[in-house]
């Protein structure tokens, strides 16, 4: 007898294969620091993480292509811009990938690391990820609302999941279960969704004479399936969700969750705001894991009217994984 105490395997809930692609988090941009080898486990495969000498993040394979060691491995480190691997002391140019020389040998062959797009947004670095090795077919959204008066991390949380991955996000449209299952005194009017370069944008409907509505605009932009940025507006105070979701592999993913507060100058003024804020939002979704971890992704569901945008999402979604 199986318990839910332990994972339904993936092949049971979900018929996809593979991971969709775009942009993915790899590690928090203040976890990659100058002179640092930084070594990652995601989507089935091994990374290093490093700032190149002029301070720009960088992805690459996390092994030598010579002869398959751990370049982050033993005494495995980034010199004066070049990547030294630890076996055999081959360098690497950081920025190129390319071989730059080896200690015994006369004549250094066309050999070359493989790297990967990266991005540094948003507080995160991202890599691009295609199934077949094609080259980004879009850019991330960068939230240009960081770069205006003085944000505040507040809170940054990480749940591992075993939900479906692409039903993670979905579960944003499905606006029946905000009621029945977060008790709402309402379901949320997603108002309009556009589709644009990066993915999508959603602006709740809020109604501006609700006397006791204290949000005043809500804006959620997507970059495919992987990122979402969301921008809530408040009376008196202004904040940032900034959420990741990176595969390890084909059974689980990490959702990180950043939580951004404009700076008002009084730090007791922030936690008002922030607590409540982070502690509604927890509760939320670990109701939501505790159903989303087992649940299964039904390619033909049976919806009703009242059960929101989920198929218009879908048809989003499924651009991802072709």
């Not at 092949?11 to 100058?34: K, T």
């Not at 004479?209 to 949000?215: A, E, I, T």
């Amino acid at each position: 007898m199986t318990s839910l105490l332990h994972p339904i395997p993936m092949n049971h809930r979900s018929h996809m294969e593979g991971f969709p692609r775009g942009w993915y988090c790899l590690a928090e941009s203040d976890q990659v620091i100058a002179d640092t080898l930084l070594p990652v486990s995601w989507l089935n495969q091994e990374f290093i993480v490093y700032r190149t000498a002029s301070g720009v993040a960088q992805a690459a394979d996390a092994y030598c292509p010579h002869l398959g060691a751990h370049l982050a491995s033993h005494d495995g480190c980034i010199v004066d811009g070049q990547i030294v691997c630890p076996f055999h002391k081959w360098r690497y140019d950081a920025q190129t990938g390319r071989c730059a020389s080896i200690p015994y040998a006369k004549m250094v062959p066309p050999v070359k690391l493989k790297l990967y797009p990266t991005r540094e947004i948003n507080g995160m670095v991202v890599v691009w990820y295609h199934p077949t090795g094609e080259a980004p077919d879009h850019e991330p959204f960068n939230s240009a609302v960081l770069d205006q008066g003085t944000w505040v991390l507040y809170n940054r949380r990480d749940w591992t999941t075993t939900c479906p991955f692409r039903d993670i996000l979905e579960n944003l449209f499905d606006t029946a279960h905000i009621v029945q299952l977060h008790n709402a005194t309402e379901m949320p009017d997603l108002g309009s969704i556009e589709r644009t370069d990066h993915g999508l944008k959603v602006d709740y409907a809020i109604d501006p004479d609700k006397s006791d509505q204290p949000l005043k605009r809500l804006e959620c932009q997507f970059s495919g399936i992987s990122l979402l940025v969301q921008h809530y507006e408040f009376v008196g105070a202004e904040a940032l969700f900034v959420f990741s979701f990176t595969p390890i592999d084909n059974e689980r993913f990490v959702q990180t969750t950043r939580l951004y507060l404009l700076d008002s100058g009084d730090p007791g003024h922030l936690d008002r705001i922030g607590k409540p804020f982070v502690e509604r939002f927890v509760y939320e979704v670990d109701q939501d894991m505790a159903i989303l971890n087992f649940k299964k992704h039904l390619p033909q569901p049976r919806l009703c009217d009242g059960d929101g945008p989920i198929l218009r999402f879908r048809e989003y979604a499924n651009e991802f994984y072709r």
